[in-house]
């Protein structure tokens, strides 16, 4: 038996994101500016600078936030 997919809403915030948008937020204490370099139901996929992801521990320039925990910045 298969189940029908089902077609999630999408909030107005998230159907508005575009890749390359830049956007900020926190991690570890530490503002972080990046842009979105791809964008999933709950989160966006993120581009930060080498120096950012060595100062927050993450493993490489890019990283993962929830469309919850981050801002649109207006001007790069």
Do not use: C, L
């Not at 964008?39 to 929830?66: F, L």
């Amino acid at each position: 038996m298969a189940f029908q997919p089902h077609e999630k809403e999408v909030s107005e915030f998230v159907a508005a994101r575009k890749i390359g948008e830049w956007i900020s937020f926190t991690r570890n204490g530490v503002d972080v500016n990046g842009t979105i370099f791809k964008i999933m139901d709950n989160s966006v996929i993120v581009e930060i600078s080498p120096e950012d992801a060595k100062e927050i521990g993450a493993a490489s320039n890019m990283t993962v936030i929830s469309h919850k925990k981050y801002k649109i910045v207006a001007d790069q």
